[in-house]
């Protein structure tokens, strides 16, 4: 916001550019220490929150010493100090909390999850109400505003590289899955397809609602703003997307481990579907035993990432199968069943556990502390049933600030705009019910849901239904215009030629309160160098006199050789020298 308004290439600017890379390094030393729910952590959290506070409190000082410099080099015009001097005192504002931050746990040598989250928060209010601010303050004073400057394409530019960072976290997911195993599934490679259709639909539904020529000026602002929490959204989206291709080529894993290779908890008895003789039953404890080791060797080989020797060891796993073939109980009856039961889910956590660790998943530090293989797995279930939910949040928000976007982005929207906007505002309300609720029913289907390979391709299924129709819609009403243009065109030729024909300098009457005066130079309606409402006149001195009734907010006359196009907001009003064919 400072850049694109008050950037002079200068000695200073470039030293100030200087410091602003300093800190963005710092913050990425800092953040990957910093972590808000953490309970235990040798004061590692504390120090990396207090060095991330008085990062953000220089950042704002800094900010404070641009916009002095600033007010001092334009010092004399009166009508800059009043805005300046707010915006300057809003950064100084936001600075000292920061500071304050800091100042309140300076003597912390640990956050608990609790204080660490609520940190957080006051951050984000401070971030939140110094952009609103700084906002409001360039709307009220129009002479801060960023009409004439870059802005649009430096935030479109920035919002291109976040979901570049998406792509680059899917690269690194899809090599886990790549390297995690041997065995590719069609389904992982539909999803990673899915994925990367996802956000190239961010790409399209963003830059497509971009329009350069129906910006006002608070609209541009407001516009600008709503890229906070679109960012947020995107990030969320792709980083969701990122976390569960891994949870998909996890359970897949799974899927073969306890329903093709190992034996059943409830019938381990029969032989399973991988095995030879698969649908029948162990003759005895020797063919069950030699089944569960077949699993173990092969296990190795299909996921060779992280081998699972490290994890569950040899001998570890020799114990476990010793016990499984000495049972006190006869063979495929009630009682051996329940003594193998506990034996067989302890080596079923094993396995699991290790094809998380294999495809590189990310759970919570409390996992490293926990003995027990079972609660492992279970943290990293509840861990991936988060990430759904946020998921499909966080793609539904998008929507909404998308439609927001569009809203802010154009002036004097059509109806056939108006329904793009209802339909992102549909699926951003729908996309969090259809995860919220198959969390809430828990039944057959919503586990079937959940633990399926759907998650990602509805979501890009529905952005494609939301690019596709927005372009129906379009092309539904070009052909409207066209035909009523084909309407006009038929009323004008059947004028007289004293009616079509006109001479004179151009000159435009006053109509539904808008005047323009053609001059060879770029006016407006009122004279003055800059109003939104203001229609454009491009070489006017070559179009004969015209009187218009009801003209749009924006317009602009086009010297195209033979022809003189006058665009306007509803569609094409068109002039043709000698003979004028009006279009509305």
Known sequence: ??????????????????????????????????????????????????????????????????????????????????????????????????????L?????????????ASKVRIWYGIICIEACATIVVSS????????????????????????????????????????????????????VGAAVLLIYMMYILYFDSVDHHRFGTIRQQIWTLLHFPLHVCIVLTVEGSTALLLWNAVRSGVAWVTEDSLPSLTNPAKIPPNSAGAGGTFNNSADFVASINATYKEFSDRYHYKNITTYYLPATFSLDLEKLAKPKATFNTPAWVSEVQ????????????VLYQNFGAEGPKKIEEEKDYAKKVQYYEDGFKFVTIYFYIAAGCLLLVLAGLYVFGRTKMTKTEWTSVAVRLFGGMALPLVTISAFIEKNDDSYRFVFSYLLIPLVAVYYLLVITVDNVIKAISLRHNRRRQVKHMSYVSSLSDEQQHSTGSYEMSKNNGIGMHGSPELVNAAGEEDDD???????????????????????ELVDQEHDTEYLGGDGMHEFRTPSLHYHH
């Open 1 to 102: 916001m400072f850049d694109v308004r008050f950037y002079v290439d200068s000695v200073w600017t470039r030293f100030t550019k200087f410091l602003m890379f300093g800190a963005m390094t710092a913050l990425t030393g800092l953040g990957p220490m910093y972590d808000a729910i953490l309970q235990k952590d040798r004061g590692v959290t504390s120090r990396a929150f207090q060095g991330m506070a008085i990062v953000f409190f220089c950042l704002r000082m800094l900010l404070v010493i641009q916009y002095s410099m600033v007010l001092w080099y334009v010092r004399r015009f009166d009508k800059t100090m009043l805005p300046l001097l707010l915006t300057i005192f809003v950064y100084v504002l936001a600075g000292f909390g920061f500071l304050g931050t800091w």
């Open 104 to 116: 309140q746990n300076r003597d912390v040598t640990s956050l608990s999850g609790d204080q660490g």
């Open 140 to 191: 009220v004073w129009r002479i801060l505003s960023f009409k004439h400057t870059h802005l649009v394409e430096r935030v479109g530019l920035l919002t291109l590289i976040v979901m570049g960072e998406g792509i680059l976290g899917l690269t690194k997911s899809t090599s886990y899955v790549t390297y995690g195993t041997n065995v590719m599934l069609f389904q992982e490679t539909g999803i």
């Open 342 to 353: 506990p034996t067989l889910t302890k080596m079923t956590a094993y396995f699991e556990y």
């Open 533 to 555: 409402a203001a229609a454009l006149i491009h070489n006017a001195q070559k179009v004969p006199t015209v009187s218009i009734t009801g003209a749009p907010r924006y317009a």
